[in-house]
């Protein structure tokens, strides 16, 4: 097993790594409501539309997973001239880091996935798409232009949706300009024929895909390892990754070793583009330097996070670390988070239907009177989220000597307590921009406040959420404890 603080170290070096990514770009729709009532035109349950949300899908998912990463995407793709294709290119503009290189193609349809959620569960998915090939001037410029940034980069990944983009001609030449160049190719497969990818570093099938190109049992083990030394074979492979779900991942490299990886999701809540998060990090993580099989072991990391998250998600590089550091501790996702995860955790849990509460501090030793507080806040809500002073802004505001404690041991010890779910880190003196991000629904500090003091309070009232003053502990105080101690 590979030593996860290794792995945590390689995390680290994922930042700014360059990664070229070609595959089919679409567009994600997804449609939210509630269902109270069946159709009586139809058996068919009546969804009534709350809010809709679009974001990169596709080989689009992929480049959004390589800049949580904190990578360095180029994507190359090629969009219809209609609305969509011009939606999903204002979606990559919207996303720094992301260096697009768009083709477009006149006449050719942009594809839409819209799925319909109700309850946190997706009713349906429906589809609008274009499968045929790229046109011989179209393919060309995709190639000439793939010629011009595979020198630069680091890994090439090929995200092949079966959309056109990714046709015989234009596999083989990818990967033989990236094999010139010394350059590792990932590939996300499709359809049957494997041998359209030949010559590519590693492929990533899932359990399904792998019996349909090979023909082959997949049943056990043995079996998975068979077709895949059979791929490496046939398709002139170093490594076949196989993703199985419940059951892990399966490592499989040409020089004879096979590393079976345990599933590392604690909750499966929404596998969209789980192998996206798979085939990015893989290829970001070869691209920093990291063999296969320590790729491998974050890419296993990464989709345990993702299918806990609704919709087409990513997996964050913080949230990889604090997973590699933190489950033995906790079981499911690490709770102390950035401000994107936190983020996306909270609409999570609103989509659950749950209430999410608010408090803030410094908390530099903790004591009873915190203890309380915090026991009143999670009282008030379903999931507690707790803004954290970083070091820099608890000695702005309490003084040089200040904290005792760094902001890593702090946020330790609040995230080990029951009664917080979330810890985030901030380095602002007052919370309210993390507040505005979050937009809890209740906002709790001690009763030493009043409501027009506390910060965000306004903000929180404005979007009908409520304050709440806990009662403190008499004698409690940090500032106390630590003068006791110094004149000891």
Same mark, same amino acid.
């Given at each position: ?185 990932? /590939?996300?497969? #499709? ?5 359209? &990818? +030949? $010559?590519?570093? *590693? ?5 399904? =895909? !792998? ?94 996070? /993702?299918?806990? #998250? ?5 997996? &964050? +590089? $913080?949230?990889? *670390? ?5 489950? =033995? !501790? ?159």
């Amino acid at each position: 097993m590979t030593d996860h603080s290794v792995l945590a170290e390689r995390v680290d070096r994922l930042k700014d790594t360059p990664v070229l990514c070609v595959g089919d770009a679409m567009l994600d729709r997804f449609v939210y409501g509630s269902v109270e009532r069946i159709s009586p035109e139809a058996p068919i349950p009546v969804l009534r539309i709350e809010r809709e949300t679009a974001m990169l899908g596709g080989a689009g998912n992929v480049v959004r997973n390589v800049v949580a990463l904190g990578a360095a995407p180029t994507f190359l793709s090629v969009l219809g001239d209609d609305a969509a294709g011009r939606e999903v290119t204002a979606l990559v503009g919207e996303h720094v880091g992301i260096d697009p290189c768009i083709v477009v193609e006149t006449g050719r349809r942009t594809t839409i996935k819209t799925r319909f959620f109700a309850s946190s569960q997706q009713l349906l998915r429906a589809d609008s798409e274009t499968c045929t090939p790229l046109s011989q001037t179209i393919r060309d410029q995709l190639i000439s232009r793939a010629d011009r940034l595979v020198a630069k980069v680091g890994a090439v990944v090929l995200s092949d949706y079966g959309k056109g983009v990714l046709g015989r001609p234009v596999a083989a030449a990818l990967i033989a300009r990236a094999r010139a160049h010394g350059k590792p190719v990932v /590939v996300d497969p #499709k359809g049957t024929d494997f041998t359209i &990818y +030949a $010559g590519a570093t *590693v492929i990533t099938p899932n359990r399904k =895909e !792998l019996q349909d190109a090979t023909g082959m049992a997949v049943a056990t083990d043995e079996d998975i390892v068979a077709a895949a030394r059979h791929l490496i074979r046939t398709c002139d492979l170093q490594a076949v990754l196989v993703t199985r779900s419940q059951d892990g991942m399966t490592l499989v490299l040409a020089e004879g070793a096979v590393h079976y990886l345990a599933a590392e999701a604690q909750e499966v809540f929404d596998v969209s583009g789980a192998g996206d998060t798979v085939v990015a990090t893989l290829a970001t993580a070869i691209a920093s330097g990291a063999s296969l099989l320590e790729g491998a072991h974050l890419a296993n990391v990464a989709a345990g996070i /993702v299918v806990a #998250k609704v919709g087409t998600a990513v997996a &964050y +590089a $913080g949230e990889i *670390v604090s997973a590699l550091h933190h489950e =033995e !501790l906790w079981a499911g996702e690490s709770k102390v988070l950035g401000l994107d995860a936190a983020a996306e955790a909270v609409d999570r849990w609103r989509r659950k239907g749950l209430k999410v509460g608010f408090t803030n501090g410094c908390f530099d030793l903790l004591h009873p009177g915190h203890v309380a507080i915090l026991s009143q806040a999670r009282a008030a809500c379903d999931r507690l989220v707790v803004g954290l002073n970083s070091d820099a802004s608890v000695s702005r505001l309490k003084g040089p000597s200040r904290p005792v404690q760094s902001e890593a041991a702090r946020a330790t010890v609040l995230a080990s307590l029951a009664t917080v779910d979330m810890v985030v880190i901030f380095g602002e003196d007052t919370p309210l921009g993390l507040i505005e991000s979050l937009r809890p629904d209740v906002l709790v500090k001690g009763a030493d406040y009043t409501v027009a003091t506390v910060v965000g309070a306004e903000q929180v009232q404005g979007w009908g959420g409520k304050v709440v003053l806990a009662q403190l502990v008499d004698g409690q105080s940090t500032t106390n404890t630590i003068k006791r101690m110094t004149a000891v």
